[in-house]
């Protein structure tokens, strides 16, 4: 289908969905011309249209040169020809026989149907290379006319002025879907058209049916969204997540068949999790979606997560593969060695955000240029005869483990916003597979989470809850020692943050008292994690703030050990903090259960607390479920931490500090800002950095943490400020001179650590402050947890006669300008009696 349009300015991307789009030549032309016809002039540079990605270009019958022809395949040349029912007009169709041919019709009437048959058999035109598509001009489409077209084999030019902008139709605009079911003819009786559903490159992911509703509702959301036989309306993907972005729809050759191609999100198109109807899919395209699987959630040491996060290893692989392929013999080692360098290839592109359908668009846009590079090689890979040449050595890969550095007053812009960057969350992909977690723990309560913890903890429990009094295991005298001291010193630091018995009073007029006062949040749900760390000091954190807040009822939620016991000292805790339910549950299904309720779990007004990102997208999803009605502490992510360093600091202090978030994750990320570092107390740091590093159980996680952590050089003090700001840390640390005075400058961070002697660690711990903080730049807008977070201020108002009569008149005007009389009437009836 062919739509004519002349608004540039107008989203072409809903024509580009169902059909070609033909422009006038402008300079307003997008700059992709991919899926478009553009009308030029003989004189215009036609070749650099095509060059671009045109399908065709369109030339006028009287401005086609034999030259034109000759340069131009018949495949992307279309000619427009003025109808007129005269011989003239039979021999200029005899002679355009092989091309696309755009009849321009001043006037049409519906013999000029029969007429153009006669000349079309009369000709013998060969009309597998033939297309006839009729330009209407100002005509008035209707479906009826577009349908006996297409049933005379003739295509039809589709103004934009005509075609609707949403997915109902009018007496002047057809929608969409109904210029593409009037193409279409189907033999069920039904009434609904076979629809094939592929991916991007082509590999069918299963076959549905459409409707002219699901086809209206389709195209205009951009959206998969199908007829069901059974369900009706159907949009892909709306409950587990697995939604698709239709990219572009094509008929059959024969009419009866619809194509949709797609981006399939989430687990994939088959309701058995599957990314196809008949499996998980084969081949290179198979090999992409794993590498993105792998990209957002590799196994602890997986190969592929490790070529991501090393860039030198990936360079020397697709290097190494490369010259194994040139030197390969035989048909078998040829093909060995091809998938070899297609895997690390597609392995890069992968690290970089390129999609297979990403190559494959440059490599049709290749097809499509009409002129030609010679395709010799760059003179530094061509090997003389006469030259004794060796093959380049592979660079061994760097086992030092080190920073990358930037000085930030020489980097572009671009490049300056990209260090902002961290490390990119999949958060489409994660909460397509948290959703269905959610609903059949929202369905089916303890069963479905005993059933998740066999699953995912490999632990078989017999009731996912343990209530008080608590069973505490018996701990070392110094864990018992170090745990009290720690919770003395965070319970004296949030005790003093709130005073409950305060009561905020002012009287705004006289006679008018305003009133504030506080009350605790009556259920809170507290996560604490316990996948590759024990994190007893979480349950710290969340449960004292908690405990002083004053909650009724304090639901502590940590997955079981592998042999089904819960940590001692997260059982210690809960014993101190009063908690009325331990859960022994980890993962999306402990933040179901504590935001729904199950048999045993009571429900929560609030969850609170850190975890992996399928915890936080659970999170966010209850969050945003007004069944549930439930809120949360914050988003976050992956750890981080941002050290300021001076030329003065010490290499050793700001390494242990860095390190000390490093071995959180491999997504975690630490940044050092230097300001005025010299040559050599940077080389200190690096060496530093690699030497403790290397000594470190976790070393294998910072290895991969380091490779998307940098240091930024600066030449001042304001400058590095600015950026801390600006990327707003979960920790920040002032390895610097004079530190106090740095604090005043310092508008977004999670928590502060203040001049050498204060180390990360010590928030993280036993200090006082709170160590649950936001994270990925959530510190611009939400505070850390403390013991505000576990209340809410309640307002009142006490107005005496004096008071009503002073106010009255202001609030019965405001009503009548919003026109509320009923809101006029509650102040009227009191003042009658007053004045």
């Known amino acids: 289908m062919l739509f004519s349009c002349s608004n540039l300015s107008l989203d072409l991307t809903s024509f580009f969905i169902v059909g070609e789009v033909l422009l006038t030549n402008s300079p307003n032309l997008p700059h992709s011309l991919r899926n478009t016809w553009i009308k030029i002039t003989e004189e215009d540079d036609y070749i650099s249209f095509l060059d671009r990605g045109a399908e065709r270009i369109v030339l006028k019958n009287s401005d086609i040169a034999t030259s034109i022809r000759n340069q131009i395949p018949n495949n992307r040349l279309a000619i427009t020809v003025n109808f007129c029912q005269n011989k003239e007009f039979y021999n200029i169709i005899k002679d355009l026989n092989g091309f696309t ?81 009037a193409s279409l003819k189907t033999d069920r009786t039904d009434g609904l058209y076979t629809t094939v559903v592929t991916d991007e490159s082509g590999v069918a992911l299963g076959l549905v049916y459409s409707s002219l509703k699901s086809l209206n509702e389709s195209i205009y959301s951009r959206q998969g969204i199908y007829q069901s036989r059974n369900r009706g309306l159907w949009h892909k993907g709306l409950t587990s997540g697995a939604t698709q972005d239709l990219l572009k729809l094509n008929l059959d050759c024969d009419g009866d068949a619809i194509k949709f191609t797609v981006t399939q999100h989430g687990s994939g198109f088959c309701h058995l999790n599957t990314r196809t109807c008949w499996g998980q899919g084969y081949g290179i395209t198979h090999l992409s979606q794993v590498l993105r699987d792998r990209m957002s959630n590799s196994p602890e040491g997986s190969y592929t997560k490790r070529l991501f996060n090393d860039r030198d290893l990936l360079k020397s692989k697709i290097i190494e593969e490369a010259h194994e392929l040139c030197d390969a013999t035989s048909k078998e080692d040829v093909a060995w060695e091809a998938a070899d360098l297609i895997y690390f290839a597609l392995a890069r592109c992968t690290a970089e955000g390129v999609s297979l359908s990403d190559i494959e668009k440059h490599l049709d846009l290749r097809s499509k240029k009409i002129t030609r590079r010679p395709g010799n090689a760059k003179p530094q890979f061509i090997k003389k005869a006469e030259e004794n040449v060796e093959v380049p050595t592979i660079p061994l890969i760097k086992e030092e483990i080190e920073m990358c550095v930037y000085d930030f007053n020489i980097l572009q812009s671009d490049e300056k916003k990209r260090l902002l960057e961290r490390p990119i969350m999949k958060t489409e992909e994660v909460f397509g597979k948290v959703k269905p977690i959610l609903d059949d723990v929202k369905k089916n309560g303890d069963k479905s989470l005993l059933a998740f913890t066999e699953k995912f903890d490999q632990v078989k429990l017999d009731s996912p809850v343990v209530l008080p009094p608590f069973n505490v295991p018996q701990l070392k005298p110094n864990v018992k020692k170090a745990i009290d001291v720690a919770f003395s010193n965070i319970l004296k630091f949030h005790s003093s943050q709130l005073d409950m018995s305060a009561v905020l009073k002012v009287e705004t007029m006289p006679g008018i008292v305003c009133s504030r006062f506080v009350r605790p949040i009556e259920s809170v749900g507290l996560y604490v994690p316990g996948g590759s760390a024990v994190l007893p000091s979480t349950a710290l954190m969340l449960g004292i ?34 908690a009325s ?43 945003n479920d007004t069944s549930a009605m439930v809120s949360i502490d914050m988003p976050a992510g992956p750890s981080e931490l941002l050290v300021i360093a001076d030329d003065n600091c010490n290499p050793a202090y700001v390494v242990s500090d860095l390190l000390s978030q490093a071995e959180h994750g491999p997504d975690s990320q630490v940044i050092l800002l230097g300001v005025n570092l010299s040559k050599s107390r940077l080389a200190a740091i690096q060496k530093e950095l690699d030497k403790q590093a290397k000594a470190l159980e976790r070393c294998e996680i910072i290895r991969k943490s380091i490779a998307h952590s940098h240091i930024i050089l600066f030449n001042s003090k304001k400058m590095a400020m600015d950026f801390s700001n600006t990327y707003a840390p ?21 928590s502060v650590f203040v001049g050498k002697w204060a180390p990360e660690s ?69 003042v009658k009696d007053l004045r």
């Not at 299904?589 to 609030?606: C, F, N, S």
């Not at 005496?800 to 009503?815: H, P």
Request: hydrophobic share 40%.
């Open 545 to 578: 703030p908690a405990m002083v807040a004053g909650c009724k009822n304090i639901v502590i939620a940590t997955p079981p050990r592998k042999d089904g016991t819960l940590c001692p000292e997260v059982v210690y805790v809960a014993e101190k903090v009063g």
């Open 762 to 830: 010590c928030g993280d711990y036993a200090s006082g402050t709170n160590h649950t903080l936001p994270t990925y730049g959530y510190a611009k807008i939400y505070s850390g947890v403390n013991t505000n977070t576990f209340v809410k201020h309640i307002t009142s108002q006490t107005l005496t006669k004096e008071g009503l009569s002073n106010i009255a008149d202001t609030v019965m005007d405001l009503a009548e300008i919003e026109g509320l009389g009923a809101h006029r009437n509650a102040v009227a009836v009191r």
């Open 101 to 181: 041919i755009i009849l321009s019709f001043d006037v049409f009437n519906l013999d000029d149907i029969g007429f153009l048959k006669e000349v079309i058999s009369q000709n013998l035109m060969d009309l597998e290379k033939t297309n006839f598509i009729l330009d209407l001009k100002d005509a008035k489409l209707t479906y009826e006319l577009i349908k006996q077209l297409k049933e005379n084999k003739l295509e039809i030019m589709i103004p934009e002025s005509q075609v609707s902008k949403t997915a109902e139709s009018s007496d002047d605009c057809l929608t969409l879907g109904e210029i593409v079911t």
């Open 581 to 623: 339910v331990i859960l022994v549950a980890g993962g999306a299904q402990a933040i179901g259960a504590m935001a729904y309720g199950t048999e045993t779990v009571p429900k929560v007004d609030k969850i609170c607390g850190p975890g992996n990102q399928f915890v936080t997208a659970a999170k966010m999803i209850v969050q």
């Open 730 to 750: 979960e920790h920040l640390i002032l390895h610097v001179d004079d530190a106090e005075s740095w604090v005043k400058d310092v508008f977004n961070a999670g």
